[in-house]
């Protein structure tokens, strides 16, 4: 491993920590307003200031890093996991599946990644409970992310359908969902190891742009997308800095993940 | 062969114009409160007048004839109204289309130019300082959201159609830089720079029309890139383009809007990648 992917690693975990640790660090919690230092900078009491109803950005900073960081996994686990199934079991089966599969992920790949996003986004109800508004969002990116994937998964089971071991293994008697399950899927983890990886920070980003646009995680819930949002009312980039830590740290985060994931780029190709 | 290859895109086209549209009406119908409507709780309303809307609701309910009723009047020219702006929705789509597409445009020509003068200059130089300089500015670029880079445009006071250009630039560039890393590393440059041939010709007439197709069909996707980050741009800066009527339709849950702005938009999607596709297919033809 080179030093630079040490180096990212380290850097994730840190972040990964602390975030897991927000509950010791910031046990006032993401939600309480701090009525009398409202859109204050940052002091003592607030590292990185209070936002503009009093609530602590260190604490939000905190809680939104735990959510991002756990539940982009989860989509990309959910988005990996529908590729294989889709794009694995169409290429596996081959002939007029797979065409019929492909056209399918055609289809969804022609449109523009956030057209489809806020278009799905809206066909749900936008006035939902912050916690229903963080599934329906990460749940929204694992349903719609998988075809690039499936693209990539089809490909890849077509070939091994027609590999020697798979071949002997249908002579030997085996057939089915047995073939698929046993001597199929287990050749295709790398690429969908590679395919996990690459979702994640593609999610991260999805959801920091929903956030923005209004139509990602609904307050007082923190994110990256709704910290990001704050950005909005700012007057000049030199006046508040602090409000570009949410920025900096997804930067630093999504950078890691490319660091991390720079090998598995080329197994997915 | 170039025929048959045009035609297999127009029918894909319009198979997807139909499919989509199919696929729309049905999530339309099925969307949480579709069967409501705002309208039925205007007290101003009177029984005769809250019954003809219901009835005009229950004749929406199935969804094939939802369909054929939108299709057949969207070849007349009627795409529907919209429910939040209450304008027909061709005339919106008239309306900002030329906005949006004079900012893709621009967005897109400065952005292959960026990625060109970059990837061609440090493919051609081969320094590594330099090859890695690009790298980082477009690997940065790639970290950050599309939404951040147009509220930081609003900032700066730079124009939407460069920020549509740094929104897109970073994933063309780091394609184009490794189509030319790729294409250099074949034994024909080498043989042709082990007989002396400048690097300048060796660039424009061994590497180049190589890479020429696939650059082509990098350009068709940079189109859909181009049109997704025109709504957060359009959005963020106060563009009326599609793009921000398309976020304004989804703040809003104007379905018939959005369905049909999505449409237009897998559309023309669709024509610029098959359009790369046989423009890329007439060049192979030719390099042959």
Known sequence: MSVWRR????????????????????????????????????????????????????ARVLYGTRISLLLAPAAALLSTLMAALVGGLAGYLGGGWARGAMAITDLFLSLPWLFLLITVRALMPLNVSPLVSVLVTFLMLGLLGWTSAARVLCASAGSLRDSDFVRQARASGVRGARLFWIHVMPNLKPVLYAQFWISIPAFILSEANLGILGLGVAEPMPSWGSLLKELEGLVSVGSEPWKFVPLILLAVVVTSFQIVMSKQEEVAA | ?????????????????????????????????????????????????????????????????????????????????????????????????????????????????????????????????????????????????????????????????LAIALIIFPRDYRYARNLLAKAYSQPHIVTARAKGLSELRILFWHVVPVVAPQLLALGGVSVSLAIGAAIPVEALCGLAGVGQLAWQAALARDLPLLMNITIMVTLVTLLATS??????????????
């Open chain 1, 7 to 58: 180096v990212a690693c380290a850097v994730l975990l840190l972040v990964a920590g602390l975030s897991l640790a927000a509950n010791v660090l910031a046990p006032a919690g993401y939600a309480k307003q701090y009525r009398e230092a409202a859109d204050s900078g940052p002091s003592s009491a607030h590292w990185l200031g209070t936002d503009e109803i009093g609530r602590d950005r260190f």
């Open chain 2, 275 to 288: 359009s790369a596709d046989v423009i890329g297919h007439v060049l192979r033809g030719q390099e042959a």
């Open chain 2, 1 to 161: 062969m170039l025929g048959q290859r045009i035609a297999r895109h127009g029918l894909t086209i319009l198979a997807t114009a139909l499919v989509g549209g199919l696929l729309a009406a049905a999530l339309v119908r099925f969307a949480p409160g579709f069967d409501t409507d705002e309208a039925q709780l205007d007290p101003h309303l009177n029984s005769a007048s809250i019954q003809a809307l219901r009835q005009s609701r229950m004749e929406q309910n199935n969804i094939v004839r939802f369909y054929f009723h939108s299709l057949q009047r969207a070849f007349k020219g009627d795409l529907g109204t919209s429910i939040s702006l209450g304008q027909p929705v061709s005339t919106l789509l008239r309306d900002r289309t030329p906005l949006t597409l004079r900012l893709v445009g621009i967005g897109l020509l400065l952005s292959w130019a960026a990625t060109l003068a970059l990837a061609l200059s440090a493919a051609w130089l081969r320094v590594s300082a330099y090859d890695a300089l690009s790298t980082i500015i477009s690997g940065t670029l790639l970290c950050i959201p599309a939404a951040v880079l147009a509220l930081l445009s609003v900032l700066w006071n730079v124009p939407g159609a």
